[in-house]
C-alpha cells in the first residue's frame, strides 16, 4: 500500500520564527492535505492541493503540491504559541474510494 | 466545529465485550469514512460508506463491522474487543461529489480493560 514519509518527527521553536514539514510519498498522489490536531480532539483540515506545483496559503500558513506528485510541504510562518499541537499530512489516490494515506504527524512545540 | 457530530466521547469496555460508535455526518455529506488511531499506527483507514453503501475496505478487522444508515449516520461496531483495540475512533465524511476534502469529529476514545 501507500507509505507516506513525514519529517520531521518534531520541532522545537521560539515564537516569531518559520517552520517547514514535509512528507514525501512512494506513490503518486492526485490530492494533498494537511489537518492538525490539538490533543483529544479530531484533526482539522489547514489546507488542501489539487495540482501538481500548485501552492496554496491560509494565513500565515502555506503549502504546495510538489511536481512529481509524490510530495507536497507545509511552512508555518511568524509561528505563534497556539501553532503547538500535531500537524499531519495526507494523500489520495483517485478513483472510486477516496480513503486518506495519513502521515505519522509532526509535534510543534513552540517556546515563548 | 466541523459539523461531524460523534457519540460517546469516551467509552470504557472490558476485553471480549462489544460496543457501537456512533457518528453523524455534515448536513449534505454523503461519503463517512471511519480511521482508527493509535500510538503505534498513526491514522488508520477502516472503511468508507457512500449513501448507505460500503464503499472501500481498508485495514479493518473482521470483529469490526460498520453501516450507514438511510438518515446518513453511521455506526462502527467493534466485536470481541482486545486491549489492541483501544485507541481513537475517528469519523470523517466529505461531499463526495468534486472536492476530496474530508471533515472529521471529534472521535471516540475507546479503553478495553
Known amino acids: 500500500g501507500q507509505q507516506l514519509n513525514q519529517s520531521p518527527q518534531s520541532m522545537f521553536i521560539q515564537e516569531g520564527e518559520d517552520v517547514s514539514m514535509n512528507c514525501t510519498s512512494s506513490?503518486?498522489?492526485?490530492?494533498w492535505l494537511w489537518y492538525k490536531q490539538d490533543p483529544g480532539e479530531g484533526p482539522v483540515l489547514l489546507i488542501a492541493?489539487?495540482?501538481?506545483?500548485e501552492l496554496t496559503s491560509n494565513g500565515r500558513l502555506t503549502a504546495q503540491f510538489g511536481i512529481t506528485r509524490k510530495d507536497s510541504f507545509l511552512n508555518i510562518s511568524a509561528s505563534i504559541p497556539s501553532d503547538v499541537g500535531i500537524y499531519f499530512c495526507?494523500?489520495?489516490?483517485?478513483?472510486?474510494?477516496?480513503?486518506?494515506?495519513f502521515g505519522s504527524g509532526t509535534q510543534l512545540t513552540v517556546l515563548p | 466545529d466541523s459539523g461531524v457530530t460523534q457519540t460517546p466521547k469516551h467509552l470504557i469496555t472490558a476485553t471480549g465485550q462489544r460496543v457501537t460508535l456512533r457518528c453523524s455526518p455534515r448536513?449534505?455529506?454523503?461519503?463517512v469514512y471511519w480511521y482508527q488511531q493509535s500510538l503505534d499506527q498513526g491514522l488508520q483507514f477502516l472503511i468508507q460508506?457512500?449513501?448507505?453503501?460500503?464503499?472501500a475496505k481498508g485495514n479493518i478487522l473482521e470483529r469490526f463491522s460498520a453501516q450507514q444508515f438511510p438518515d446518513l449516520h453511521s455506526e462502527l461496531n467493534l466485536s470481541s474487543l482486545e486491549l489492541g483495540d483501544s485507541a481513537l475512533y475517528f469519523c470523517?465524511?466529505?461531499?463526495?461529489?468534486?472536492?476530496?476534502?474530508?471533515?472529521f469529529g471529534p472521535g471516540t476514545r475507546l479503553t478495553v480493560l
Open positions: 470523517a465524511s466529505s461531499v463526495e461529489q468534486g472536492s476530496n476534502e474530508q471533515f
Open positions: 506513490s503518486i498522489f492526485n490530492t
Open positions: 492541493l489539487y495540482k501538481a506545483g
Open positions: 495526507a494523500g489520495q489516490i483517485s478513483g472510486s474510494a477516496r480513503q486518506l494515506t
Open positions: 448536513s449534505g455529506d454523503l461519503s
Open positions: 460508506y457512500y449513501n448507505g453503501e460500503e464503499r
